[in-house]
């Protein structure tokens, strides 16, 4: 990559991280995670709890001291950060009780204080507090003492007060754990926001996998203190080969079939040609769940290279011969999943349909 | 690059002066703070009735008035020590710390807060101990001395207390356990002379005694308040108001010595993780 021009690199990119390790004692959390994130970019780092998730941003943060590795943070090592690193980084907290007797413009007023003298030609900072209270539609309850506020009120004044000296890089670590899905719903109109107004680079902790696909350009999946995937939702999918479900309604009944390759177009084409009485057809992508739940199960299950952070590209089932090939009467031979499940098309009729999450 | 960061170091130094004014406002909102600034003043007031018509022995000296002095002494080392210290703690497991650390320069605005909240809140509550201390008036001393070496125990008094109360709050590993330095501290005032002539207790627990800043500051208190006879009741019958410059400087010494150590090393160890343990320790067993 950029190894030997550090300039070009703090320009354009806002996290590089090389073999990051960290071990607390003997055990070991981060075993050589790598990764970089392009400024602008939209990051979500999934994986199991315990995978090393809020070890790897608090190392981001400047908050924790790594074993090993490297680790560049907006040109610099947050090892060494100092106060004007800080001030282009946003950094969302959970709260908890501090501050429960602010108001939370007091708050955002003291805070903003802080970013005054950072303020430069590029960016000036910080946020105008009322429109940063109007922008996480806080402006009703400006007044309110924090303590007061309701769970989805008061995540809402934590992205304030992490973007209210508009960082360039954010990370924001399970923001929306608690949150009702109108609250969810505002919370990822406000990250869009961000990323696309303002070009800030977004690190995202999440166990929410459909917010994952919604917000982030790209994935990282974190298990057992490595990267083990790395990539758009759309790529995880199709790097994993599991997971194209074809259904179909033939002579009066409904048909299931899991095409083990990513893609399932040719099958489709020889079911149409084969068989016109088709109908009802349904294609479904897997969903990054079930992409997720595969990667970790093949990374635990040692089916992966150690380290790598562009699992899925050889070795996958995708080059397994699929079994299942439609007959010319449209029903399916007992195809069976790469789960191990076995679909035959009669047992499984409509409600099979309602299985997603 | 220095200059810009000298303009940030002093921008978030008046934010912490901006934060202490406002901590102080929210504070004397809160009854149960109120409360505590309340405290010494009623104690005191308690004290008064039950020594009523005491004098000192030997002595025509009203004994609730030799302790009015004593217990302003006390008020700035309590105000100085258990606050920070539990405040210290508090903030370090409800996510404030941690809040200040991810801001720049955060920390010097969450400490000067402090030192202005501290201070503010510790002069309220000797202010409100004029209230009782009003019926022993006519037996203190009061004049431009006693004022001026008053202000200086009250600031010395905190320079030396803040620093040792910080790095007391930081080694706590819970906020629950700050209940055992208020514990300590009431311990340690049997020792200081606060209640009782610190010449009538054996001879092993006056050098106790003498070795806190407790003791000291109850004797700068009483040498600024007391008319000049009082002295005969002091240990060696003197003020000894330059051994109490040396002892509280000491203190002071090494409050900033290690004081700034413990603190780096607290908030180094506050994390994210730290905060969410403790909020889980809180949700699961209430403490």
């Known amino acids: 990559m950029t190894q030997k021009q550090p300039s070009q690199e703090s320009t354009d990119m806002a996290i590089d991280v090389r073999d990051l390790r960290m071990r607390y004692g003997t055990k070991d959390v981060l075993t050589g995670v790598s990764f970089a994130a392009r400024r602008g970019e939209v990051l979500a780092l999934l994986g199991p709890n315990g995978a090393g998730k809020s070890t790897t941003i608090e190392i981001l943060e400047g908050f924790r001291t790594r074993s090993a590795g490297q680790v560049t943070v907006l040109g610099q090592d947050p090892a060494h950060g100092d106060e004007a690193w800080r001030a282009r980084l946003g950094v969302v907290l959970q709260s908890w009780r501090d501050h429960g007797r602010w108001k939370v413009r007091e708050l955002l007023d003291y805070l903003a204080r802080f970013y005054v003298p950072f303020s430069d030609p590029r960016i000036e900072r910080p946020w105008n507090v009322d429109e940063l209270l109007d922008a996480v539609g806080l402006t009703e309850h400006a007044d309110q003492k924090v303590k007061a506020l309701s769970g989805g009120q008061r995540r809402r004044l934590d992205v304030a007060i992490g973007i209210v000296g508009k960082p360039e890089l954010v990370f924001l670590d399970e923001p929306t754990a608690g949150f009702d899905p109108h609250a969810r719903r505002e919370f990822h109109d406000l990250v869009h926001r961000l990323s696309d107004f303002e070009n800030t680079t977004i690190l995202i902790t999440t166990h929410d996998l459909d917010e994952a696909e919604k917000l982030a350009d790209r994935i990282l999946i974190l298990d057992e203190g490595t990267i083990v995937a790395n990539g758009s939702a759309d790529e995880l999918a199709r790097q994993m080969a599991q997971g194209a479900e074809v259904r179909w309604t033939a002579d009066g009944r409904r048909h299931v079939h899991a095409a083990e390759q990513s893609d399932p177009t040719g099958f489709v084409r020889d079911l149409l040609t084969k068989d016109p009485g088709v109908t009802e057809l349904e294609v479904r992508r897997a969903s990054l769940e079930d992409t997720y739940m595969a990667l970790v199960h093949r990374a635990e299950t040692g089916q992966s290279g150690p380290g790598n952070d562009q699992a899925g590209t050889d070795g996958t089932r995708a080059e397994e011969p699929h079994a299942g090939q439609p007959r010319a009467d449209g029903s399916v031979s007992g195809a069976q999943a790469p789960d191990g499940s076995v679909d035959d098309g009669t047992s499984k009729n409509d409600q099979t349909q309602e299985v997603r999450s | ?287």
């Open chain 2, 1 to 287: 690059m220095t200059v810009a960061t000298n303009d940030a170091r002093w921008a978030a130094a008046r934010a912490g002066l901006v934060r202490g004014w406002l901590e102080t406002k929210q504070s004397l909102r809160e009854p149960g703070d109120v409360l505590w600034y309340f405290l010494m003043p009623v104690i005191f007031a308690v004290v008064l009735l039950f020594m009523r018509g005491n004098t000192l022995p030997g002595t025509d000296f009203e004994l609730g008035a030799m302790v009015l002095p004593s217990i302003v002494g006390m008020s700035i080392a309590f105000g100085g020590l258990t606050g920070p210290a539990g405040t210290i703690a508090t903030d370090r497991e409800d996510g404030t710390l941690l809040r200040a650390k991810a801001t720049p320069n955060g920390m010097i605005g969450y400490l000067v807060g402090k030192i202005v909240m501290f201070g503010a809140t510790t002069l309220i509550s000797i202010v409100l101990l004029i209230i009782p201390g009003l019926t022993v008036a006519g037996d203190l001393r009061l004049d431009a001395r006693t004022w001026l070496l008053l202000a200086v125990i009250f600031v010395l008094g905190l320079v030396t207390t803040v620093p040792i109360g910080v790095a007391l709050g930081s080694l706590f590993k819970s906020a629950s356990q700050v209940g055992l330095l208020f514990l300590g501290s009431m311990v340690l005032l049997v020792p200081s002379g606060i209640f009782y002539p610190i010449t009538a207790l054996p001879a092993w627990l006056q050098w106790v005694g003498q070795v806190f800043p407790y003791y000291w500051l109850g004797l700068g208190a009483r040498s600024a308040m007391l008319p000049a006879e009082m002295v005969t009741a002091e240990i060696g019958g003197s003020w000894r108001t330059l051994e109490m410059f040396g002892v509280l400087g000491a203190w002071a010494v090494v409050g900033f010595v290690v004081a700034p150590i413990v603190l780096r090393r607290m908030a180094r160890r506050a994390s994210g993780a730290a905060v969410a343990e403790a909020r889980d320790r809180v949700m699961a067993q209430g403490w």
